[in-house]
C-alpha cells in the first residue's frame, strides 16, 4: 500500500495527478484499480476527474509491479510452429487490454527477441485470473482456421478447478448462476436469478402438454428425463403466477374503472414479473391499487410459490393413502 500526502499549490485531476508520480499507472489500470477500490481519496472512493489539492491524502493498494516501469517478461511458448502459437498463460494477467503487461504483448516480447515479426493474434480469451493455454495465430489464414474450428467445436476446451477441502459428493452437477458487480469488480456465485416466472419454467409446462398430447409417460428434453416433482412444481408455479395477477388485475379494475383492461393488465403482470414496464398510469392509481403492486412485486421477487406458502398454513402429512379415483378432465 502506497499513501501520498498531495503537495501542490493548484488543484488537479486525481488521474492526472497518479499518472505523474507513476508514469506506469496508464488510464486502463487506474480505472481498473478504481473499480477494484484500490484507491482512495482521504478515505474514500472518488472519481478520477475529482480535483485534489494541497493536504489530500490518497492510498494507492496496489503491488510495486503495477507502480513502476518493469520489462515485459517474454511468453512461455508450449507448441510453436510457422502458423500458430501455443502459449502458456499464468494467473493474474490479462490476455489483452491496455496493461503494460499482457499475454499478448509477452508474446510480441518473445517473438520480437527471437527476430521474428511480432505479429500475434489472439483465437481465444481466458480470465484474467484464470491459468491455461491460449492459442494465438501467426497470419490470417491460421486465425480463420482456428476460429472457425473452435465454433464448431472441433477444438476441445477442458477447465480444471482446484477446491479447498473435499468435496461431497465427490460428483455432482452445479448450476448456479454468476453474478456480476461491475461497480466493485466482484463477481459472486448464487442459486438464484432475478424475480419472476423463468423461461425454463414455461418450457416444462408446455413440454408437460406436449407430452400428455402424444400419450407419453415422461416428459423428455434434450435426451434428458425431467423429475416429476419438478413437472409439478412448474405447473403450481405458472397457475399461482396466473391467479395472483389475475385477481390483482380484477381488483384493481373494480376500484378504479377509469383504466382500461389492458392498462392494468401490463401494470400487474409487470409488477409480478419485476420487468420494470409500465403502462404510464402508476402515479395516477390509489393507495389499495398501489398496495397491490407492492405485493405483485414481492410475490414475483420472493418467488409466488414461496409467496403463498408464506401467507397459507401447510398442513402435516397424513400417515395414511387415500384410494385413487378418476375424474372426467378436458
Given amino acids: 500500500m502506497k499513501e501520498l500526502h498531495v503537495k501542490s499549490l493548484l488543484p488537479v485531476r486525481l488521474d492526472k495527478y497518479l499518472m505523474d508520480q507513476f508514469p506506469a499507472l496508464g488510464m486502463g489500470r487506474l480505472n481498473k484499480a478504481l473499480r477494484e ?11 478520477l476527474s475529482t480535483r485534489v489539492q494541497n493536504g489530500d491524502i490518497i492510498k494507492l ?66 480470465d ?45 452437477l452445479l448450476r448456479d448462476y454468476l453474478l456480476k458487480d461491475a461497480e466493485r469488480g466482484i463477481v459472486r456465485i448464487t442459486d438464484t436469478t432475478a424475480g419472476g416466472a423463468k423461461a425454463t419454467t414455461l418450457l416444462l409446462v408446455v413440454m408437460t402438454a406436449v407430452s400428455i398430447l402424444r400419450g407419453e409417460e415422461d416428459v423428455h428434453i434434450f435426451g434428458r428425463r425431467i423429475e416429476n416433482d419438478l413437472l409439478r412444481r412448474a405447473c403450481s408455479i405458472v397457475v399461482v403466477y396466473l391467479a395472483l395477477g389475475a385477481m390483482a388485475t380484477l381488483a384493481i379494475c373494480a376500484m378504479q374503472p377509469e383504466f382500461t383492461l389492458q392498462q392494468v393488465l401490463i401494470e400487474g403482470f409487470s409488477a409480478i414479473d419485476t420487468v420494470g414496464l409500465t403502462a404510464g398510469i402508476t402515479r395516477q392509481l390509489n393507495t389499495a391499487s398501489r398496495v397491490l403492486l407492492i405485493l405483485l412485486m414481492y410475490a414475483g421477487r420472493l418467488g409466488s410459490m414461496t409467496f403463498m406458502i408464506l401467507l397459507t398454513r401447510r398442513k402435516p ?14
Avoid: M, W
Fill in 317 to 330: 402429512h397424513a400417515p395414511v393413502q387415500y384410494p385413487t379415483d378418476k375424474i372426467l378432465v378436458g
Fill in 37 to 47: 477500490n484500490k484507491i482512495k481519496l482521504n478515505g474514500k472512493k472518488q472519481p
Fill in 128 to 172: 484474467t485470473g484464470t491459468s491455461g493455454l491460449v492459442l494465438l495465430a501467426k497470419n490470417s489464414a491460421a486465425e480463420a482456421f482456428l476460429t472457425a474450428a473452435i465454433k464448431a467445436r472441433d477444438i476441445e476446451k477442458r477447465y480444471l478447478c482446484v477446491t479447498f477441502g473435499r468435496p461431497n459428493p465427490p460428483a455432482a
Fill in 61 to 126: 493498494f496496489l503491488n510495486d509491479d503495477q507502480l513502476e516501469n518493469r520489462p515485459t517478461p517474454a511468453a512461455v511458448f508450449v507448441y510453436e510452429d510457422d502458423d500458430i502459437i501455443i502459449a502458456s498463460k499464468p494467473a493474474g494477467i490479462a490476455v489483452d487490454g491496455p496493461d503494460s503487461d499482457t499475454l499478448l504483448r509477452r508474446v510480441q516480447t518473445k517473438l520480437a527477441a527471437e527476430g521474428q515479426a511480432a505479429h500475434a493474434v489472439l483465437c481465444h480469451r481466458l
